[in-house]
């Protein structure tokens, strides 16, 4: 079998030309959105469109390993998206899913079900060849019936073909819709109220600058550290701190420096008030893989933290915890290596969405030696 991945980031792929212009949407190739109306509905929920026989069978299962599957870093295990099948029982019903941020619509084009015709129907001849004689396709449309939305056309010959091209390109279609996740928290959280002066003080004192929401304060502020916190009340709180090394080798990234330098911080600068200090509770699942972080090389890191005590035999847990992650990466232009970290405290809440906004931040971040449509200045015009 053969698979390929189509997406609008590779204008010049031959196939995804093809299929573009096959394609037969309003809005055609391009991007108009001015009269469309905004998506709505929860940033962590995703609506399928897809026939109950493939969501029972085999193709739904990968669908929600790829899409749906818990995410284990979490002190509960919470589901990457809230996946709910949806059917187009009437055009009443159509136009509420096509209002939806996140869609993917699903089948293998041998079926004779509306939503297998619905995505035949937008292919031309030669495009349906091409999936027929073995080429699965995969199309993200941004922005297709609402703004801010993103729609997944996912599709094969036949329901093992289609199966095997979700399970083989989860990662992209994951990929695909954490980003516009992003994207879309990134408007939501910086409307308003967004804090350009503390910015720009990072920007003047250190040479790099993350957006700082309205309600985050700077609790710590030393040479190569600053740690950047949000407390909602005494029980709940959430923390982003940024380390540097100068004249860094990228080679010293590994795993192990992640760990070893986000417990070597934690001990210092997140004590608890009467004892102890934050920790990664290496007890738990914890996850490292290769990135790239903004277009350098880098690490992702993701696993819990939890407050510690040192005893005679080492240390002893106290109970507090939650989780976190870590973005661990090389600044050519600066000769630095950086790491983000952000952790969250929030007993008796779901912890996901959390987790992203922290992630969100993260990815905010911009040096003194590189542009970014996040700078200080894009964004003051804006």
């Not at 085999?58 to 990457?80: F, K």
């Not at 957006?211 to 710590?220: G, P, S």
């Not at 933290?305 to 915890?321: C, I, K, Q, R, T």
Request: hydrophobic share 40%; charged share 25%; proline share 4%.
């Amino acid at each position: 079998m053969q698979t390929s991945t189509i997406t609008y980031s590779h204008p010049t792929t031959v196939l995804l030309l093809t299929l573009c212009i096959a394609l037969v949407f309003m809005s055609g190739c391009g991007e108009v959105q001015s009269y469309k109306p905004q998506a709505v509905g929860p940033e962590g929920k995703m609506t399928v469109l897809i026939d109950s026989a493939q969501w029972n069978g085999a193709v739904g299962d990968h669908l929600r390993e790829a899409l749906g599957g818990p995410i284990y870093t979490l002190p509960a295990p919470e589901p990457m998206f809230d996946l709910t099948r949806g059917a187009i029982t009437s055009q009443r019903a159509f136009d509420l899913i096509k209002r939806q941020k996140n869609v993917v619509i699903v089948a293998p084009l041998s079926d004779t079900t509306t939503i297998a015709q619905f995505i035949s129907n937008r292919l031309d001849e030669g495009a349906r060849e091409m999936v027929n004689s073995g080429v699965s396709a995969f199309i993200p449309r941004n922005n297709l019936w609402s703004r801010d939305q993103l729609v997944a056309y996912v599709t094969a010959a036949t329901p093992e073909e289609l199966a095997g091209a979700i399970q083989e390109r989860s990662e992209d279609l994951l990929y695909e819709f954490n980003k516009k996740t992003r994207e879309r928290l990134q408007k939501d959280m910086f409307e308003k109220g967004r804090q350009f002066e503390i910015e720009q003080v990072l920007m003047d004192k250190y040479d790099f600058a993350v957006n700082v929401q309205h309600d985050y304060l700077i609790a710590e502020d030393t040479t190569n550290f600053v740690q950047l916190r949000r407390i909602i009340s005494s029980e709940s709180w959430r923390s982003l701190f940024v380390y540097f090394e100068d004249n860094a080798n990228p080679n010293d990234l590994t795993s192990e420096w992640v760990y070893t330098t986000r417990d070597s911080l934690s001990k210092l600068y997140m004590q608890g008030n009467v004892i102890g200090y934050a920790q990664i509770d290496r007890r738990r699942p914890l996850t490292t893989e290769n990135i790239d972080f903004l277009g350098k090389y880098g690490f992702e890191s993701r696993g819990l933290w939890h407050m510690v005590a040192e005893a005679e035999d080492g240390f002893e847990p106290l109970g507090m915890g939650g989780p976190f992650l870590s973005y661990a990466f090389y600044d050519e232009e600066s000769g630095r290596n950086y790491l983000i970290d952000g952790m969250i405290f929030a007993p008796n809440y779901p912890k996901r969405e959390f987790l992203r906004q922290l992630e969100v931040i993260a990815y905010t971040f911009r040096s003194a030696d590189t542009s970014s449509s996040n700078d200080l200045a894009t964004a003051a015009e804006q």
